[in-house]
């Protein structure tokens, strides 16, 4: 039997350094890791990404368990099953197992629709619990064992992450899913004035930077989330799904009309990180959801409005359509959150403190020269018109501001007598 | 040959949409009931309330109120509303001028109104079936009412 080679110095003082409790600890768990085939290398990247005592000794505990003690590949359960195969009995236990509820039969509202969750939770199990005791993958509704692993699921509570219109929000963005490949009219992109083009080009590629956060950030939660929720986390799929097509759809339009990439600013990188970092699911989701998407989608509709072709018009009018969803979500979402928050008043406390600091994010995006002066010199048709065009940017002012507000009005946020941005644009 | 506005012009725009079943449901499924409010010209007001439904419009009804019936309403005067039907005729879809998106984001010359902006929120989610609807119009024989 070969001897385990000692654990390194440099890796046990990283495990302490990462709160493991001592580095004899440290030590006997990481033998135990090389011993099953772990490269020290592996071992140095899974405890930079946070492993935990508890989590390698569940992990290696499950790799013993997947073979039996005198390294056969079957263990003792396994292979007495594969004896009575053998001998023709099975053991059909699913078969007649009382737990599970059947004799479900969903039945479609609308069958030019097809079979909807909607049916389908109307049918059985379609209401989740507000605090659900398990931590697992099991289905809602399913018969599962007792014993099932703890997921370490963060947000375990409803309150935490639903919305009442999320369901129907999820079968919304399967339905109107589109291709930036197959979809857009890119042979109507005809080529531009050099001021133009250099515009368009700035938005689009402000809007390539922006729009994948959208999707990192649900994928950053999605596996906190309890599957009770399944709904939500299928929701968030699709959003991840809808970013990178914007993400896409941008890059192509930067890029097939004789322009380019433009500048990407610190302070929009900034913005960004709050909302990749934030400490909480809801305070991401205001960020994002509400306060980001909603500016964002003012920029789709300016988009739109501005359009020098079909093109573009096809580009913004879609992508209108999904970040409309994912603002309905957030602000439905903030509204649940609020009224089924144990401690309300202390919620809305934290949630004002938060918009107090992030709502300053709305006056920084609309005097950022790269964003508002290729606006004004899409709508003044080039820059010799660009003061025409700044009231374009002074209606967007007022829209994003407005429908901001009415958005937390709406989920019982009232946030119009304390926001600090200027009902209208200083300039 | 149908007056614009009608009961009869949407009912014949939606008919148009059901036989062009597939261009809808490749957009995807649009519910809502909207609105429109038409301002004419000094002669009163006229209201319809079209109820979409899945691929397609279920119903038209001529209403008093179009925004106390709908989820949101898209108003504006006739004026208006004529000109972007004839746009639409004349190039067979809207010009860059006249989508829907274009005429109601600054309030004019068409205007969308709803009891709250979740509802307002559904106009923009079902933008570009609403804007297929109306671009049924391209080959609808219409008699335009100045009234």
Redesign the interface.
Known sequence: MTQAPAVPKELLAKAVNKGWTSERAASETIEVAIAKGFSLDQISVALDNGLTPERAADFLQMALSLRSPDGNVFNEEQSAYIDNLKKGRFDLEWLNDPRPVVGIRATMKDPERGLTLQDINRAYAGVPEDAPKYRTMAPRGSAFDEDVPDMGYVYNQKYQVWSDNVVALYEEACARQWSATRDIPWDALKPLPPDLERAQCQIATLLTEVEMVASDFPAKWLWQMNQHFHEVKMFLCTQAMDEARHLEVFRKRALANGGGLMRCLTGTETFLKTILHAPTYIQGSFLMHVLGEGLVLDIFRGGEFLAKNKTEKEIYRLCIQDEARHVSYGTMHLKYFLEHHPDREQAIAEMHALADVAELGIPGFLTNPFIIEPLAVLMGDGVKGIDKGMEAVRLVWVRMREEYLNRCELAGFDRRHLTQVPEQAPF | MTVFPSVEWFEALSARVAADKEEFKR???FDANVGVKIDANGSGTKGYVLEF???GVRSVRGVADPVAESDFTIEGSLDAWTDMVRNIQDHGEPD?DH?L??LT??GVPLKVVAK???E???F?????SL?AYFNEAAALPTEFSRS
């Open positions: 957009l995807g499924y439904a899945c691929y860059l989508t998106n274009r984001m600054a709250d902006q979740l307002i929120d559904i923009y989610r079902f933008n570009q804007q």
